[in-house]
């Protein structure tokens, strides 16, 4: 699998694959911002007029329940049906879940929908899985990621999602395997919105990857690896967010090579 993530990276740069986000406001510009530089285009719409017809147009939707509301319930539930009638890969960021019935009803409304792709902390995989009850901060995770294993084990059984659990550890898990990526810097924690940010690349990367698992770990090597280098050249969480998108926009090859942290 190693040999082929750079690949994967330059196949997103040279097909710019057309990325609709249904996400929320507070990271829409850096979300944006991140797939440019990565080389994917953008599309952020969620009117219920139109969101069937970007699906149809899009190579990959993104759902990000963020700052929900009923009408943006209404549009995400429209376009994940949308993608799947038309076998459309989307990602599933079930961003606070557990903090709210009302979130978590939202999230089994979408579960039903079968997401290609699912992506969250530890304490969101676990309390959608309901396979434990965990304590749950906001959209911030009060488990590690090696503690929802299970509950993400559970959930590629019950829906044939890949899963991947955002944490210290990224770890991505399919029906066979799991993939440990070890890369990213702590500061990262500081920045609001990257794993939104982490949540679009992967839906960028499903919409032109054949392997969507390899799909994942290309886009979260890409950006943790890209924060790491980041975090060299910078003062803080302000300056970190900026060199990210520069990162995103000009890593080399030999660059990822060198600081991939890869074990399964």
């Avoid at 929320?24 to 219920?48: D, E």
């Avoid at 409304?109 to 749950?136: D, F, H, M, Q, Y």
């Avoid at 032109?208 to 090597?221: C, D, F, G």
């Amino acid at each position: 699998m190693e040999n082929n993530l750079w690949k994967h990276i330059v196949t997103v740069r040279q097909e710019s694959p057309l990325v609709h986000n249904i996400t929320n406001y507070v990271v829409m510009n850096n979300t944006a911002n991140a797939l440019l530089a990565a080389g994917a285009s953008p599309i952020m719409a969620h009117a219920k007029s139109e969101v069937e017809e970007m699906v149809a147009i899009s190579l990959a939707l993104v759902v990000n329940i963020g700052t929900l509301d009923e009408y943006w319930v209404e549009s995400m539930i429209l376009a994940a049906r949308k993608a799947k009638s038309l076998k459309k890969p989307w990602i599933l960021d079930p961003v606070g879940a557990g903090a709210t019935s009302y979130r978590d009803n939202v999230l089994s409304e979408l579960l039903i929908l079968k997401p290609t792709v699912i992506r969250g902390n530890a304490s969101e995989i676990i309390a959608l899985s309901k396979a434990n009850i965990t304590a749950t901060k906001g959209v911030d995770s009060t488990a590690k990621s090696d503690e929802a294993i299970q509950a993400a084990e559970n959930l590629v059984r019950n829906y044939g999602s890949i899963v991947c659990i955002s944490g210290e550890t990224d770890i991505i898990i399919n029906g066979n395997d799991k993939i440990f990526l070890k890369n990213g810097h702590e500061m990262m924690t500081k920045v609001t919105g990257l794993g939104c940010t982490a949540s679009a690349l992967i839906g960028a990367f499903i919409g032109v990857i054949e392997n969507k698992t390899e799909a994942v770990v290309a886009a979260m090597s890409l950006l943790s690896i890209s924060g790491q280098l980041a975090a060299n050249k910078s003062a803080g969480p302000g300056s970190l967010q900026l060199h990210i998108i520069d990162k995103l926009y000009n890593i080399t090859e030999e660059e990822f090579s060198a600081d991939l942290k890869l074990d399964s």
